[in-house]
């Protein structure tokens, strides 16, 4: 089988825009992980975790850093 030049240019096109499309969704992917697991970020998944079970187990509204400054500073809550 032997292709005329039109359709290796084709083939070309087709195969950079799939590889460049891949490697987009690879980067993006690869941020929402590290995004996930930041530590600098609230929402990442050990903080959620912590805090759902620390919610969970005292039954109170806010995380255990807000519960100790209140607890600390005198506020009642």
Do not use: C
């Not at 290796?8 to 969704?25: A, H």
């Not at 996930?36 to 990442?44: F, K, L, R, T």
């Amino acid at each position: 089988m032997s292709f005329t030049n039109k359709q290796l240019i084709g083939i070309g096109i087709v195969g950079f825009l799939t590889l460049w499309y891949l490697k987009n969704k690879t980067v993006e992917t690869v941020k929402d992980v590290g995004n996930a697991v930041n530590p600098v970020n609230p929402d990442n998944v050990i903080n959620r975790w912590f805090n759902e079970a620390y919610q969970g187990v005292t039954g109170s509204k806010g995380t255990l850093g807000t519960d100790l400054a209140d607890y600390f500073h005198g506020v009642d809550g």
